[in-house]
């Protein structure tokens, strides 16, 4: 990745600019196209590896609003998932690259505007992500008790924002309103043995908290039934053999799954079997053995949509929440939940909404669809916006995994190339990449953390975190982040 | 088949640590460092292993065919990534995602042994899955799979914008 004309362009330029002619060499380092991403998660470097890897000269700059780099791979994925974040591996070679530079403690929409940006770069691809999460809208919402997924594991994961959280873990059953891998992960982090939790990279002040903890229970409660599970394979498998904990899966929500999943794709057939396995077939000895001494249990109800989350006495925390009997009028992944009319309630002191992220719109010159919680684009184009381009869950909606995202940046990539091949991006207009947002920055009293300050923070929490038998302690604090590299 | 222990080296304590969260991997990790004893190449590193050669095609994604030799005891993914064909790797051979998935020949599909639970867990969240499918890092090359043609599934729309051709070799 590499660059090529460009470097011999200037490493010979100096001596040589003297001569006649020698002026039309230094034009072609002109040709190389300025591009920048918003937004260091998956999205953003995938799509910045793409580009680089893919034109021998264009420029690609990442700018991210946190001091650290990474996104959702550093504060989404669970701690007890670390192989998933290998990826950073990857991402870090993007960064190594010579036309690659990251610029982090930069908020585009507050620190310098999109249409700033516009005029320093040829293009310019959002990949901001889904920084928000969708809301109840039932009454008992703000109770305290009740928290979205998103903010707990951002909690856990040592996101700045979520770091005050404080929840609640008091009561013994815990309710997460959703069944995807989000409620799986709070689930799993809820009842995991602390053996396992300590030697994660899982914040020290959430460690301690769940230490203290007294929920013994997890339902995961979702509108619909079995075969409309968001969750996949392979957590779900995690969830069964989560040692300490016996699952509580009823036989009755799974009567005649196994006639209707036999020629169903095999992702929801394997998927449907799994579960199907777990509540129906008797378990092995070592199975039975390890459920007879479980402490902890976890399981999911279905067809229950939450109606209201009900108060204690004193009228600020929750107790419980009233549901909706739901019955399913159609099949598959479009089946909806109808009201029968019939309520149930479950009591319960901490609930977690886990019913998806939602992305916010960055700066008003930016279209942005509220209801689809997107940035209109076709191919990664957004719409009416020439030289605007975006990735990831921005672009797609907050749902997917790593394959997803990845697929989906090469495919913004790829709308970039053929808009500069084709001339749609005009490279005749030169731009000046990060050299105009930089005297921007400085005027606005912004000072952005380069690659190698992240990695002075990434080796200060690997050190910290060797200490306690952790692969890192995060460092949760901002200011403690841009203190330590002199900022 | 357990990977090698090592003292010493926060990542490897890290990665062996997963048989109580979420099982031992299969192999040691490709590209990561350490400070025990365990053999690692960094990302960059284009040696050749040890072993026969075994020759065999990548089918790239804009349909290309690229004659490869590779090595007995090579996986496919770390074979494509030495010769810079586009497979990614995103968790580096440990089972938890589904980034080197590739398509392989019907008759080679008998000669492999069948695949982990695990390999299927994750075959099943990846796009565009067939009956052929499997992941790249779990293909480890012996001399039965001499010839063996291994297809990148299309990803995205028409690659190499830029006209770029891979090495042959």
Avoid at chain 2, 63 to 68: T, Y
């Amino acid at each position: 990745m590499g660059s090529s004309c460009g470097r011999v362009c200037w490493k010979w330029g100096s001596p040589l600019r003297r001569l006649p002619g020698f002026s039309r060499l230094l034009s072609t380092a002109a040709l190389a196209p300025q591009i920048c991403v918003v937004g260091s998660g998956p999205a953003g470097f995938y799509t910045a590896q793409h580009l680089l890897k893919h034109h021998r000269l264009a420029r690609v700059d990442i700018y991210e609003k946190l001091p650290v780099p990474f996104g959702l791979v550093r504060f989404g994925v669970a701690p007890d998932h670390p192989e998933v974040k290998n990826v950073i591996n990857t991402f870090t070679q993007t960064a190594h690259s010579d036309r690659c530079a990251y610029y982090g403690n930069v908020t585009i929409g507050k620190d310098v505007m999109v249409k700033e940006l516009q005029r320093a770069y040829h293009a310019v691809v959002l990949s901001y992500g889904a920084e928000d999460n969708r809301i109840l809208g039932i009454p008992g919402e703000n109770l305290s008790g009740v928290y979205s997924a998103r903010a707990f594991v951002g909690w856990y994961n040592g996101l700045p924002e979520n770091r005050d959280l404080k929840p609640d873990l008091s009561s013994e059953t815990a309710v997460v309103l959703g069944q995807g891998n989000v409620a799986l992960d709070v689930a799993r982090v809820l009842l995991s043995p602390l053996d396992i939790l300590r030697k994660t990279d899982i914040t020290e002040g959430s460690l301690a908290a769940i230490a203290c903890s007294k929920v013994k229970r997890v339902w995961l409660v979702g509108r619909r039934g079995p075969l409309q599970v968001a969750f996949t394979i392979k957590e779900l498998r995690e969830m069964i053999n989560l040692p300490g904990t016996r699952p509580l899966l009823d036989p009755a929500d799974f009567t005649g799954l196994g006639d209707v999943i036999k020629d169903i794709p095999r992702p929801r057939k394997r998927l449907t079997e799994l579960m199907i396995k777990s509540a129906r077939e008797k378990p092995g000895e070592k199975e039975a053995a390890l459920w007879a001494s479980a402490t902890k249990e976890w399981g999911l109800k279905f067809q229950r949509s939450p109606l209201e989350v009900l108060p204690a006495t004193d009228g600020k925390q929750a107790r419980g929440i009233r549901m909706a009997v739901t019955r399913l009028e159609g099949s598959g992944e479009s089946a909806r939940a109808v009201p029968t009319g019939e309520v149930e309630e479950l009591e319960c002191g901490l609930i977690l909404s886990s019913i998806g992220y939602r992305s916010l719109p960055l700066d008003s010159s930016i279209p942005f669809d509220p209801k689809l919680g997107i940035i209109p684009n076709s191919l990664g184009r957004v719409q009416g916006a020439p030289g605007l381009y975006c990735s990831g869950w921005v672009k797609r909606g907050p749902t997917g995994v790593i394959i997803t995202t990845m697929n989906d940046s090469f495919d913004t990539a790829q709308s970039v190339l053929e808009d500069l091949q084709t001339g749609v991006l005009n490279l005749s207009n030169s731009k000046e990449g990060f050299k105009s947002v930089r005297s921007i920055l400085h005027s606005r009293g912004v000072h952005p953390v380069t690659f190698s300050d992240w990695e002075k923070i990434d080796a200060a929490e690997v050190a910290r975190g060797k200490l306690a038998g952790k692969p890192r302690e995060k460092i949760v604090d901002p200011q403690e982040m841009l203190q330590l590299i002199s900022h | 088949m357990a990977a090698p222990v090592a003292a010493g080296g926060g990542t490897v304590t890290r990665r062996l640590l997963l048989g109580a969260a979420g099982g031992l991997r299969l192999r040691p990790a490709r590209g990561f460092r350490t400070a025990g004893g365990l053999q690692v190449e960094d990302e960059t590193c284009t040696a050749e292993p040890a072993g026969d050669v075994v020759n065999v095609v990548f089918i790239d994604r804009s349909g290309r065919r690229i004659p490869v030799q590779g090595r007995v005891g090579e996986d496919v993914l770390r074979l494509a990534q030495r010769h810079d064909i586009e497979l990614e790797g995103a968790c580096e051979a440990s089972l938890a995602c589904s980034t080197c998935h590739v398509y392989v020949s019907q008759e080679l599909l008998d000669k492999l042994p069948v695949p982990d639970e695990r390999e299927e867990d994750m075959l099943d969240l990846a796009p565009q899955l067939q009956e052929n499918s499997r992941l790249g890092c779990q293909i480890i090359l012996t001399k039965e799979l001499e010839g063996a043609e291994f297809t990148l599934p299309k990803i995205t729309r028409n690659f190499y914008v830029d006209g770029h051709v891979p090495k042959p070799h």
